[in-house]
């Protein structure tokens, strides 16, 4: 069983949310033919029996806290996403003309499977690094925090629309911010100043998005430990 799963495992992320759609998929199938529920109970007991077999771990393992990417709703959550995110960012005055020249199909497909990787799918996304897909934009055009922040302005926007729960988004929020520095070319850690509200002064290094921000009061929200080579080091909403 092991073997007939391994690469789905290794290279398709298949877990124990796969397999609770199976078992579900397969007891509604029974009920649909009429069979009782003290079978179906049967037939959901087998299929138990080999779920760590099928997801190539030691028997009686503690099934894995689902990623961010499971949580989302996997795929298809990613996609809706995209795709609205675009629309409002193809509808927003503030950073529509970054993309006046770009092929925004491809640019979805990229985003799509970028965002997969980040958010702890499976991994099927190569582009160039960060700074590299970014650099021009903000040397020929200005692009700065202000543009970052509408962007995580639109994609907090987006999944909450989507009815992610608030939790998940300030998840995403902090993927979203530990990519601000690559995004804008400069070093690690970089801390520049915005003015929020006229008056409140907060480091550039905090989420400032709908999760975190009502325009009244700015939560601290610490960067997430970097690593190098990793998915952050690559592609985002400008570019890829």
């Known amino acids: 069983m092991s073997a007939a799963h391994k690469h789905l495992v290794e290279k398709q992320g298949l877990n124990d949310s796969h397999f609770d759609a199976v078992v579900e998929l397969l007891a509604a ?5 009429g069979v009782s529920d003290a079978d179906i109970g ?18 009686g393992s503690k099934p894995a806290e ?8 996997g795929s298809a959550a990613v996609d809706a996403a995209v795709d609205i995110f675009y629309e409002k960012v193809l509808a927003d005055k503030r950073i529509k003309h970054f993309f006046a020249k770009t092929d925004m199909v491809k640019q979805r497909a990229h985003q799509k499977a970028f965002l997969t990787v980040a958010f702890g799918g499976p991994n099927k996304y190569s582009g160039r690094s960060m700074s590299a897909a970014h650099k021009h934009l903000v ?4 692009l700065n925090d202000s543009h970052f922040d509408t962007i995580v302005e639109l994609l907090a926007a987006t999944l909450k629309q ?10 995403v929020g902090a993927v979203a911010e530990s990519v601000r520095d690559d995004v804008l070319c400069r070093d690690a850690g970089s801390v520049t100043e915005v003015e929020v509200s006229g008056s409140v002064v907060a480091p550039r290094n905090t989420v400032c998005g709908a999760w975190l921000c009502d325009g009244e009061h700015v939560e601290q929200q610490q960067r997430p430990a970097e690593s190098s080579g990793s998915w952050w080091t690559r592609g985002w909403p400008f570019g890829g």
Do not use: M, N
């Open 162 to 171: 989507l009815g992610v729960p608030e939790k998940d988004i300030k998840e």
């Open 139 to 142: 040397e020929q055009q200005g």
């Open 29 to 33: 199938t029974l009920k649909q033919l």
């Open 42 to 59: 049967e037939v959901a007991k087998v299929a138990e029996s080999v779920r760590d077999d099928i997801l190539c771990r030691p028997k």
């Open 66 to 73: 689902k990623s961010l990417y499971d949580r989302l709703g």
